[in-house]
């Protein structure tokens, strides 16, 4: 069975889709039918292909050879093939020299059957690669039967990196301005800092707070079961944090949600809140549902810090542990008297400057244990401690150490279960805000999930998707969000390249549904507001951040001593899918390709400093400039497209048969 990729929509949309779902669509479009097999019967026998014969009379070897080069139309021209790889490339009278075609040129070196040459059959790397080009050449040719543009947009891709090379990350004239200075802002920032920003960390109070006043159904919970005005909603974000930070102190004993939601306390406090919400007269299955949803949410972002925080309490209260850590991490001489959650977090913070982690069950494991102890000796000798106390201590630390932690190191890996969970944290997280839900059901068409369900009797006739339950409704959001858009992870999904789906998604849902503009456009702003606080929210203003660098960088001379942008263009020329391509993405006139070659590359090259600030196809490669190029390529195809029934594919054709 082959795989058709899947494009939703056209233009840059569906542009953006198909560049986030690439690696999910390709890798399941080369393992699917005809083209796995092809694959596999080249990758077994081509190191039996000792000739140009060899190849040329064994059709499916020739088949994927050709392709790959995107000389498929040439396969019936036998002499011609045989003349290419015979004659190689190293005399500039040889066939694939004067084609004026890089197509054979490639092709030619690929098999190195040239003179003075020595064939490259048997060196499976080098066929890898004619593999990989053949598989590339058939998914584009896949994508272009759903959409030439797209295909013609995936090989000018392709073709600018294969002419022009990978980006040099330490060469900054491939970069823009604003990217040189990011560069060098961050090169100056990791001068001054070293690696500590790449440290784990541990989160504050603070930080916790400010997670659970974006969580509508957190204010909600920590409203009733606090006691909190209603005047709370009208302060804004610090004061509401304090607010509820000191009656949490009143009423927890703590104003720490690790320490208040632990294991050991959560009940309590799902308790009060039940209770509070009954005598306000709250219904029965809201309060359950708002208790269910906000003990997830709450359980998700403290769970760790108190699992942590158990640990560290039990090495404080042992005390040659505590004066062990004492040393080893240099603590503070009143960290005993220190309120516990307070001296938990020093604790867990100084671990990680002196261990890399603030776990013990990482840093005291078996494994660790040499290194850890390593660093008591030596802050121990700094600190002037005798060498017999200090090798008692480590007797006796060692021992406790190996008893608590060192049985762990067959513990099995379950980061696939905590990235999940995450997940699933985040999508409890939008199902108790005020505008998301709203926006999502109709994004990810629920309801019609439901119907199909209870078709499929796997729901009661009559279910409806607010009539779930919390677990049915999180399998039904992931399931939909993977089957339209390729994933279930929210900050994938509304991140840049996918929000836009999303909201065009919603915005087309609405409007089949029956649903005004202005409440379309009412509901999309303010579920994308809040989707970008909750997930996007950490992304730096990159413009403010760096505008000093910005001003510096403007005023540096950019040498450039590559090949000429006249020369590039000459390359780029040389192909004519690629001419096409930029003639159509640059809003060129057609009549372009009619002048003198050297006024023609003028033109292009007046046009793309305007358009792209620089005038060197090399430099298209750098950043974002190829999907800005690629972009306005989609963009303008498809005004072509519609003004005047101009077809795109052309230059896919062409691509073919040029």
């Known amino acids: 069975m082959s795989y058709t990729p899947l494009i939703p929509s056209s233009g840059v949309a569906g542009w953006n889709f198909l560049q986030s779902t690439y690696d999910r669509q390709y ?32 059709r499916r070897l020739l088949q994927v050879a050709v392709k790959a080069f995107g000389l498929e139309e040439e396969i019936n021209y036998r002499a011609l093939l045989q003349r290419a790889l015979n004659e190689g490339t190293a005399a500039d009278d040889a066939l694939a020299n004067t084609m004026n075609d890089e197509r054979y040129v490639k092709f030619s070196e690929a098999f190195g059957f040239g003179p003075g040459q020595s064939p490259k059959t048997t060196d499976s790397k080098a066929m890898q690669g004619v593999i990989d080009s053949f598989q590339s050449a058939s998914f584009e040719e896949a994508v272009g039967a759903v959409d030439d543009t797209m295909r013609t947009a995936l090989f000018a891709k392709r073709a600018m990196i294969e002419v022009f090379g990978e980006p040099d990350e330490d060469d900054v004239s491939q970069l823009s301005v604003k990217e040189r200075a990011l560069r060098e802002f961050n090169l100056t920032l990791e001068d001054i800092t070293g690696e500590e920003d790449e440290q784990p960390g541990v989160t504050s109070v603070e930080d916790q707070w400010q997670d659970i006043v974006q969580r509508d159904v957190l204010t909600d919970f920590l409203n009733t079961t606090l006691r909190m005005s209603a005047s709370i909603t009208g302060l804004d974000e610090d004061e509401q944090i304090q607010a509820y930070r000191d009656r949490a102190t009143v009423v927890f004993g703590s104003d720490d949600p690790t320490v208040f939601f ?7 406090v799902l308790s009060a809140y039940k209770t509070r919400a009954t005598v306000d007269g709250d219904p029965s299955d809201e309060i359950t549902a708002i208790a269910d949803l906000s003990e997830r949410i709450l359980d998700q972002m403290v769970s760790r810090d108190s699992a ?37 977090r020093i604790y867990r913070e100084k671990a990680i400057e002196a261990f890399g982690t603030d776990d013990p069950n990482v840093f005291a494991n078996s494994k660790n244990m040499d290194d850890m102890l390593a660093v008591y000796r030596e802050k121990a000798t700094e600190s002037g401690m005798r060498n017999s106390e200090i090798s008692a201590n480590l007797s006796t630390v060692e021992t406790i150490l190996k008893f608590s932690y060192g049985e762990d190191d067959t513990a099995p890996d379950n980061s696939a279960e905590l990235e999940q969970a995450a997940i699933d944290a985040d999508w409890f997280s939008t199902m108790g805000q005020t505008g998301v839900p709203r926006f999502l059901n109709t994004a990810l068409e629920v309801d019609s999930a439901v119907e199909d369900l209870i078709a499929q009797s796997e729901l009661d006739a009559g279910s409806t998707f607010d009539s779930l339950s ?16 390729g994933t279930d992870d929210l900050k994938e999904l509304t991140g840049p390249y996918q929000i836009g789906l999303v909201s065009d998604a919603y915005r087309a849902n609405a409007a089949a549904d029956g649903e005004s503009e202005f409440f379309i456009t009412y509901y999309a702003q303010i579920a994308e507001r809040e989707l970008e606080t909750l997930f996007q929210s950490d992304d730096t203003d990159a413009e403010q951040e760096f505008e000093d660098a910005l001003e510096k960088l403007r ?7 590559g090949p000429s942008a006249t020369s590039q263009w000459f390359t780029i020329m040389g192909q004519q899918a690629m001419t096409d391509f930029m003639q159509v993405a640059l809003g060129l006139p057609s009549e372009v390709g009619q002048m003198d070659i050297d006024q023609a590359v003028e033109v292009y090259k007046r046009k793309s400093e305007e358009i792209l600030g620089t005038d060197k196809p090399s430099e298209f490669i750098a950043g974002n400039k190829m999907d800005d190029l690629v972009n306005m390529y989609l963009t303008r195809a498809q005004m072509r497209s519609i003004s005047s029934g101009y077809s795109s594919g052309s230059a896919a054709l062409m691509m073919l048969r040029s």
């Open 27 to 58: 890798d399941a479009f080369i393992q699917a039918g005809q083209l796995k097999n092809d694959s596999e019967y080249f990758a077994e026998n081509i190191g039996k292909v000792t000739s140009t014969d060899d190849l040329l009379d064994d």
């Open 262 to 268: 632990s294991p050991d306390n959560k009940d309590v």
């Open 308 to 344: 942590l925080n158990e640990e560290w309490d039990y090495i404080a209260r042992q005390d040659p542990l505590a004066e062990f850590m004492k040393i080893a991490l240099e603590l503070p001489d009143d960290i005993a008297d220190r309120e516990t959650s307070e001296a938990m």
């Open 470 to 485: 919390i677990d049915q409704q999180l399998a039904i959001y992931k399931d939909q969000a993977t089957e339209l858009f």
């Open 555 to 561: 005023t540096m001379n950019d040498e450039d001593d």
